[in-house]
């Protein structure tokens, strides 16, 4: 392993480096970073709104929105994240790699076409944050398999690493797996059992900092949108370019593995060779093993996570090839994988980024957000599918995709209220009361509110919350325009909406969110409290100097 002595945090040479890396991304986002609220995928800019008692990640952000903007802190977390990543690749090699692998590694590590796509893709900056700490995630799993002395302290270091990747991004403890395995792999082969403990606590500790949310996304929302083998390479459009990719990265796999033959960089190809397999099987058979399932879609579902991080990983491997002719066919391959031109797999190509100029967010749709926000909707759904951002509207239900839905205004009894369309409609009870740039605001002149009898006949005194429905009139059985769900309680499935058999219903999964909260509140802290009880100077133990 290459290793970095502790004398003198920065010296000239790291300046030198360092300037480099900030000039090119200066250089790569000066108009993204310049821009006004902007448009981008399915990023949106919206009003912040308080997240309530959900997750510490969400409130923390709230609250980064309210003092710098909502779109100021966007563009910082995606500044940062190609920031980071180079900066934590660079001190990981430390001073003892020559000048292609403190200079070329860093940036191949960051500019690649996988992330550039996903930040093309829009609402992707926690994905690249958590992405560019990960060179360092594999640098403390390393010190705390061969430190033993000071195993607890870079317990602490990467715990803190762990909590701080899960506040932008829900599986952070999942990326870090896979960089942590070729550690875990070695421990095995070693005979250093105890050490499987350290790895695995620190990612517990970064699960357990978001146990709400996580709780909530693997029972309750991961599941319902579990896709089956194979359905996504073409709805993503990585098909050509992932075949391409494939070979490439197998071509690396094959020189490193019978040529090279460092115990480091075969752990880590294998490493690689583990989500890819895992991967593939799950391209090809379905399991449904509850939470077990929901965690292995949740990092494979998207197939630019599983080559973001096997891209990561191959770039890590290559810390080790000590001449400069082994050099030579890994990075050909690395860099025919950057310099590729769009296949049309991927959103963007890497050279892109620096002709990047995001498309300013409409006025119309501000307006539009206002006067959906100051009539109190609350079912909006839209056929307007090419806006994604209309998603973020107030009381927005979801896109219309065929259009039968209309003809029976959103059956069971008519529980839409406004539809959002780009073209005229003429369907009876729609009335067209707002144009909003290219948008058209319809009314639905029948909507008699979100509960009814069987019978269709409305219910007019209730309320609606994401807790609790209450219904204060009438007697049961009732229809509630929500989409069903098992975790509401007293509650039937009707033709995929909510059949009520008693008067008050409780959402369980929500209320267990709620009183998650505090849990994940402490372990999001715990890791800084050991930090501040630790008393070892900071200075032995900064990573990579």
């Known amino acids: 392993m290459i290793l970095m002595h502790p004398k003198g945090l920065i010296k000239r040479d790291d300046i030198i480096y360092l300037s480099i890396f900030i000039v090119v991304f200066l250089i790569a986002l000066r ?59 660079y001190f990981t090699l430390g001073r003892k790699g020559d000048f292609f692998k403190r200079l070329i590694l860093p940036l191949i590590f960051t500019l690649n076409p996988i992330s550039i796509s ?56 999942l990326f870090s ?23 695995i606590l620190a990612d517990l500790l970064g ?105 990561g990983l191959l770039d890590l491997s290559l810390f080790y090839l000590k001449r400069t002719r082994e050099f030579i066919i890994p990075l050909l391959s690395l860099l025919l994988i950057v310099l590729l031109v769009n296949t049309g797999g991927l959103q963007a190509t890497t050279y892109s980024i620096f002709s990047f100029k995001p498309q300013p967010m409409p006025s119309w749709y501000y307006e539009l957000y206002d006067y959906l926000s100051q009539n109190n909707p609350n079912n909006v759904y839209s056929l307007a599918t090419q806006y994604q951002y209309l998603q973020y509207l107030p009381g927005f239900s979801g896109f219309i995709y065929d259009t039968s839905f209309i003809h029976n205004l959103t059956n069971p009894f008519y529980g839409m209220k406004y539809l959002i369309s780009t073209s005229q409609m003429n369907y009876t009870g729609l009335r067209l009361v707002k144009t909003f740039g290219p948008v058209l605001v319809y009314y639905n002149e029948n909507f008699t509110g979100l509960v ?68 994940s509140l402490f372990f999001l802290i715990l890791p800084f409290i050991l930090l501040i009880l630790e008393k070892t100077p900071m200075k032995t133990l900064i990573v990579g100097r």
């Open 177 to 199: 797996l896979f960089f942590q395995l070729p550690f875990i792999l070695l421990s095995i082969k070693e005979r250093k059992y105890l050490f499987l403990v350290y790895p």
């Open 452 to 519: 009814h009898y069987l019978n269709g006949s409305p219910v007019s005194n209730y309320s609606i919350s994401d807790m609790e429905i209450r219904i204060y009139d009438g007697n049961p059985p009732f229809v509630v325009s929500l989409p069903y769900s098992e975790y509401w309680t007293s509650a039937e499935n009707y033709n995929g909406f909510l059949e009520l058999t008693t008067n008050i219903s409780q959402n369980s999964l929500t209320s267990l969110v709620h009183e998650l909260f505090f849990v």
């Open 207 to 311: 699960f357990l900092s978001e146990l709400s949310w996580e709780v909530y996304l693997y029972i309750g929302v991961v599941p319902s949108v579990l896709v089956s083998p194979s359905n996504t390479l073409v709805r993503l459009g990585l098909a050509y370019y992932s075949t391409i990719v494939s070979a490439l990265l197998f071509a690396i796999v094959i020189t490193t593995a019978f040529i090279y033959r460092n115990k480091y960089a075969l752990a880590t190809l294998t490493s690689v060779g583990i989500l890819l397999v895992i991967y593939a099987i799950l391209q090809n058979f379905r399991f449904d093993i509850p939470v077990i399932s929901a965690l292995l879609a949740a990092i494979t579902t998207f197939q630019t996570k599983v080559y973001l991080l096997s891209f």
């Open 31 to 89: 108009n993204y970073m310049i821009s006004p609220p902007y448009t981008l995928g399915d990023t949106t800019i919206l009003p912040s709104t308080n997240p309530g008692l959900y997750t510490p990640s969400a409130t923390i952000q709230y609250y980064l929105s309210l003092l710098i903007g909502e779109n100021n802190l966007i563009k910082t977390l995606n500044f940062l994240a190609f920031i980071i990543a180079p900066i934590s690749i």
């Open 118 to 173: 996903i930040f093309y893709d829009g609402n992707g900056e926690g994905i690249l944050l958590v992405y560019s700490l990960q060179p360092l995630v594999y640098y403390l799993t390393y010190k705390m398999l061969y430190e033993v002395k000071n195993r607890l302290k870079y317990l602490i270091y990467l715990s803190i690493v762990e909590v701080v990747g899960q506040i932008f991004f829900f599986q952070m403890f």
